[in-house]
């Protein structure tokens, strides 16, 4: 059971345990008393963490204590809307250095200006800048296209591989991209994502075929796999997507760069292109409409749905999703 959770996940909820039995130690709570949990001290405790974390942060250590009373075949007594009102309080409480400040979507602009500024004959920029464009365009998580670190041997049935991508053509002949990723945080059997080619130098398909001109591999090497000048063939991580991007944007003018910003800002290229939302939630593979959290300008999203006379199709109107 514990390997339906990734490794990031239960790194999280270990956390919140850590901090609950600390919790329950500091007012001597019985180790009986501790799991199930009572409403009371479940109120007990959130109350306690509320003004010193964020919302979220309480979020995740509530679903961490969820989370041990399953693994432990122990009854969860707590009822959906007492939780969520517990939570809603103890968020309005949350200190205003808890929050992050909303990051900056990336867009084509972006990309574009960050293109600038490598040397796409060089095997890292080569490999970081395919990385760039396909994570974007396929509205992807960083992680799904990096891996976390280069020690240890190269797993291909965790991390995606050159053998991972195909073409496929619609009725209309027009071509699409795939990539099979074998494990992601929410589909540990894996997962396909895909772009089409893009007009411009945020073009994917450019950028993928440049990288795999600069640095040929066997088809079970890492997809964005560079040639290190002293250390060979090497699986592109995220600290060193990371690094090139940042000072690239930084040499750019830009801001700086967050992996997530690569998310958001690929649902909002899409949807600032009048693609529907339904379309935009199975490109990004969300199973609810959580990726609604991404949003950012929402009147030019909706600005064609809300004329007068609609520009785009009547049936669009059934792919926003539902307002809450």
């Known amino acids: 059971m514990g390997s339906s959770w990734a490794q990031s996940t239960k790194e999280t909820y270990g956390a919140g345990l850590l901090v609950y039995h ?58 959906p809307d007492e939780l969520k009102a517990m939570l809603d309080g103890a968020a309005a409480l949350a200190p205003s250095s808890s929050k992050r400040p909303k990051r900056v979507p990336f867009t084509p602009e972006f990309i574009i200006k ?40 190269f797993n291909p049935s965790r ?42 130098l945020s073009d994917p398909k450019a950028a993928l075929e440049n990288h795999l001109r600069v640095n040929p ?13 002293t250390g060979g063939l090497r699986p592109l991580s995220r600290v060193e997507f990371t690094k090139r991007i940042s000072s690239a944007a930084t040499a ?24 529907p939302f339904d379309v935009v939630k199975s490109m990004g593979r969300w199973s609810s409409e959580s990726f609604t959290i991404y949003l950012r300008q929402h009147a030019m999203i909706l600005a064609p749905y809300i004329q007068a006379t609609p520009i785009l199709e009547p049936f669009t109107r059934y792919t926003i999703p539902p307002v809450r």
């Not at 003004?51 to 961490?64: D, E, F, K, Q």
């Not at 995606?160 to 992601?184: A, G, W």
């Not at 088809?219 to 560079?226: G, K, R, V, Y």
């Open 217 to 229: 591999a066997s088809p079970e090497a890492h997809l964005f796999a560079w040639n290190h000048p």
């Open 252 to 275: 750019a003018g830009l801001p700086g760069f967050k992996g997530h910003s690569l998310r958001i800002g690929g649902t909002l290229e899409y949807l600032l292109r009048g693609i």
């Open 22 to 79: 600390v919790f329950c130690d500091t007012h001597n709570v019985a180790e009986d008393k501790r799991c199930p949990i009572s409403l009371d001290l479940l109120l007990s405790f959130i109350s306690s963490c509320a003004g010193s974390y964020s919302g979220s942060t309480l979020g995740n250590y509530v679903a961490a204590l969820k989370a041990w009373h399953l693994l432990h075949g122990r009854t969860w007594i707590t009822q």
């Open 159 to 200: 991390y995606i591989t050159r053998s991972s991508i195909s073409e496929t053509f619609d009725r209309n002949n027009l071509p699409v991209t795939k990539f099979y990723i074998p494990c992601t945080k929410t589909a540990p059997a894996g997962e396909e994502t895909y772009w089409a080619a893009q007009a411009g």
């Open 114 to 153: 960050i293109h600038n500024q490598l040397d796409l004959n060089s095997p890292l920029d080569a490999a970081v800048f395919a990385c760039l464009t396909t994570t974007f365009y396929c509205i992807a998580r960083l992680g799904e296209f990096t891996v976390p670190t280069i020690k240890g041997k």
